[in-house]
């Protein structure tokens, strides 16, 4: 047997990390991951802060009701008598407003924001059946608390 036509192996060289390849393949893919995702989170975001919206002034309810309870002069209604502060972390400023046959609003000027702009409002309304609604001017209705989309 002739060894001497068989090359020695020659031991290989260990690959010392990733190709340029390989590298920019993670990249596309996390790319397209934030393509999806941030819209998604501002959405959410969104969705978040409004529902903080209508907690802040869903509070106002029982003070209204209160009044109407209680028989109070309901011609200067403001909302530190319905239990509301001047203002809070999501609504800039309340009003509230109260007539004799009980029709009521309580409303939550939003304050300026990048998602859904600014100068909107929440506003939760009574009819004269102490129904409440929630309605709201802001122009993408699918970011609002479910009880204000008002689909139907």
């Not at 010392?16 to 393509?35: H, K, N, T």
């Not at 200067?76 to 009003?95: H, I, K, N, Q, Y």
Request: net charge negative; glycine share 8%.
């Amino acid at each position: 047997m002739n060894t001497s036509s068989i090359p020695a192996r020659t031991p290989r060289s260990r690959q010392q990390g990733f190709s340029l390849i390989e590298l920019m393949v993670v990249v596309a893919i996390i790319s397209i991951l934030a393509a999806i995702a941030l819209p998604q989170y501002q959405k959410f975001s969104a969705k978040a802060k409004l529902g903080a919206a209508l907690a802040e002034v869903t509070p106002g309810k029982v003070g209204m009701e209160a009044l109407l309870a209680e028989g109070a002069d309901l011609s200067t209604v403001d909302p530190s008598m319905v239990g509301l502060p001047t203002a809070g972390s999501r609504c800039a400023s309340f009003e509230a407003s109260l007539a004799a046959d009980g029709i009521g609003s309580l409303v939550c000027n939003l304050k300026p924001d990048q998602a859904f702009g600014g100068g909107s409002a929440l506003s939760l309304e009574r009819s004269t059946d102490g129904i409440w609604t929630c309605t709201s001017d802001v122009a993408d209705k699918n970011v609002l608390p479910e009880v204000c989309r008002n689909d139907a």
